[in-house]
């Protein structure tokens, strides 16, 4: 009797969002935040979805978005109590308290008497460091260390165009930063200051996520390669008729059937030999 046909193997499947898209989400269903982006994070987002929809793979299309919203999470919220903490006057303050350009001062005190509205006096306080210029490297930041894993920008071949592409994210977000000191509305220490802030953040995010960009596993996150590596036990797939047989051994089933089987084959041999089965 021919020996049956062994299991056969498919390996990990690809994962699609229809196949591994709601295990990746109740996965992290508690870490998914809906956030407002800020500047730069949509050029992030749309990059990140078109690198998915060439490539397909729902594990680094998830990890891309959450690692992106922590970024700017965890840097909106650190700049904030920075603000708040340090209270530094914007260069446009004297504006802000003065609005007719008349200052006014304490005698005794020197300090100055402001007459302005109160919301722009108290925004005026929130110079150090800037938010537009963290947010921005927060998320570009992270796009660029995103397609210096995808594009292998460290592959030691020497291609100048990967680099450009890879910094491309960052001078976008140095544009947004030197705009906060043309207006008016930070110094250059709040803006480069919040630019390494955005950065920081943006880095540790995505290492948390992605292997290095050098690394040979550095094109897909951690969660795909432990995928890979461990794959569900619907992955190995069967014949149906080995599923309630074991496998054959000296040419007998070592089963319950295969024991029926040879008992009712003995009934018959000794039924044709003129006996009678109690």
Known sequence: MPAPAP??????????????????????????????????????????????????????????ILGLLFSVLITAVLTDAIKDGVGRPRPDFFWRCFPDGIPDY?????????????????????????????WSFAGLGFLSWYLAGKI???????????????????????????????????????????????????????????????DEKGLWPHAYFRHIGEPEGDNQVQPTYMSHRSSIHNGSFHSPDAVEMRSTSQALDFMEAGGRVQ
Do not use: M
């Open 152 to 214: 292998k920008v460290f592959d030691r071949k020497g291609h100048v165009a990967k680099v450009c592409i890879v910094l491309s994210p960052l001078l976008l977000a140095a544009l947004v930063a030197v705009s906060r000191v043309d207006d008016y509305w930070h110094h250059w220490q709040d803006v480069c200051t919040g630019g390494l802030l955005g950065l920081t953040v943006a880095s540790i995010c995505y290492l948390q996520f992605f292997p290095l960009p050098s």
């Open 7 to 64: 299991p056969i193997s498919l390996g990990a499947p690809t994962p699609y969002i229809t196949s591994h898209g709601s295990k990746v989400a109740r996965l992290h269903i508690n870490d998914d935040r809906p956030q407002i982006p800020h500047e730069g994070q949509y050029s992030t987002i749309l990059g990140c979805a078109a690198i998915y929809f060439k490539k397909r793979n729902v594990y680094d299309l998830h990890h891309a």
């Open 106 to 134: 304490n005698n005794f005190t020197t300090g100055a008497i402001c007459h302005g509205e109160a919301s722009v006096i108290k925004e005026g306080h929130k110079s150090f460091p800037s938010g537009h210029t963290s």
